[in-house]
């Protein structure tokens, strides 16, 4: 599977958390359907897929905010079902950061180690620690109605942190900032993982922000795992027609593979392929095209390409990048990404351009479902 | 919004005014007129008290009507006990009721607050029913239900929980149970407002950071509903100690509430003055709790902003 493959950290230890045929229904709807996930100790998890695929059940599952209507949730080994959510040691960052309003930005990091009964010494000098960790020296008094969303976020984050978690979990933590904060959170929260050595569990529905901080993803779809591996292998090689689309741009040509495993016949001719023993000869077949793998030129590459003739039927220019989607002979539409390096920003296509678009026979990926 | 603001203005303006003016006709004229009858003496005429004001007389006539005012009314509140026993007692039906009250409309509002969403409403429906009745009538019923051979002294009788009937009416109790019965949906509909608002996440956080149901009830869920708490708070206790039917029918007649004093001043002595000066008093007296209710407000407004 691909689940045991990829070089996360640590791959070689026992799992930290292990979902074990879980299930949750609520009245007819699966949110999570007999899925099973191992977590390793000191990773940076994601859990991404589009809304109402279970993933916030099954972080919720693991806080114990709800509980399996079947299979085992294991905790370095130990079966933590019974356990109430205040008794296990998991910490969540809520979406809405659900900070204690009645309480200053101090009173709120601290209301975890206050449940221990931990010493008052202990706890200023906690406090005072993540205060540094999340950089908020100086705000300690401030109501949280003074902060500022970024602000508000840290204080989350280090409520959650401070009684120093098996694994943190992170509700959509950056749902509520505005783009340009959610770039540098991202970077901060991978600094921060990496220095604390915590395993962090996060839940997002942006791709982006998944792929960039994840050390593994799970990807969810309906209930059930669609695919769990490093980013780059799931982009690069997503295991279903689902996956290849739900992450980033792709276009997909259906056709059937030739019994070499290298040739596939479609409706746009002979497509050569690298061949993919997972994938039988004489079935039916999906070829997957990233759009930044294509060229496209003004005349017929030479070389032992794929290359198909089009013209140019739209450009989506977004500074950096430009998305063109060409249309081939047979009317459907392929798509190309071009990066924007020529200064001056002349495009060097226009619409309605005859062009020549060629990859490599291992530029794309033989899907079968 | 491009409306030309000279145009706007005047019915903005308008707008803002309305509940000034009615404060103004309906509060500060009418009080002070009290306050004004409060330092007058009382006479056998009509109007029963002096001065009255003659404006035809001018400027020699407010000096004169200046001149003529008393604070007799005052002195008589302060040097009779009768009516520092009656403010007394006012003060404490209202706070123990009240205590009764919170203490008896908290799990009510929690538990409707907590309830499905879909029976919310019902249940909110239930509490405010009463009011569909008139307020005397439900008074009255209660006279009924106390009384000797009321339901109350039946129903414990039949199981033999006390032996003979007991003297239910013309008693405390019985004040204390009509405001209770009375005022429950003034402490229950606010605090329910508050509770049902609670975000529920906080809770989940504070079980996430190890807080056990019980103890975060204490830590987040009281403090966050204590704006509730103090609006329930003053929208009973504040009309309890002015309470007059309820006290009238069911209370005996040995202490009196304020209220009925005030009654008596009035309708009774017809010492329009003495009674003026009795409800001024009792507004002073007021306040207080009313300025603690704002600064208490004023400070959550702070934090929740």
Redesign the interface.
Known sequence: MAQNSGPGPAADRRPLVRFEGIAKRYGEVAAVDDLTLDIRPGEFFALLGPSGCGKTTLLRLL???ENPGAGRILLDGEDIGAV????RP???M?Q?Y?????LNVERNIA??LR??NASRREISGRVAEMLALVQLEGYGKR????LSGGQRQRVALA??LI?RPRVLLLDEPMAALDKKLRAETRFELMELQRRLGTTFVIVTHDQEEAMIVADRIAVMNAGRLAQVAPPAEIYERPNSRWVADFLGEVTLIEGRLAPGGTLIASALGQLKVAADPAVAPESSVWLALRPEKLRIDTERPAGEVNALAGTVFEIGYRGDISLYKVRLADRSLIKVVLANTTLGGRAPFDVNDLVWLSWPAEGGVVLSR | MSTDPKTRTPGRRFVLLVPYLWLLAFFLVPFVIVLKISFSQTVLAQPPYVPVLDVSAGWQGLREFFARLTTEGYQLIVSDDLYLFSYLKSLQVAAVSTGILLLLGYPLAYGIARSPRGIQPLLVMAVVLPFWTSFLIRVYAWINILQRDGLLNEVLLRPHLIDEPLPWLASDTAIYIGVVYSYLPFMVLPLYATLERLDVSLLEAAADLGCPRWKAFWLVTLPLSLPGVAAGNLLCFIPIVGEFVIPDLLGGSDSLMIGQTLWLEFFSNRDWPVASAIAVTLLALLLLPMLLYERVQRRQMEGLR
């Open positions: 806080a114990g905010f109430p959510p205040h008794r998991v910490n969540m809520f809405n659900a900070l204690f309003p009645h209301f975890g449940q221990e109501r949280i109605g003074q409520r959650a009684k």
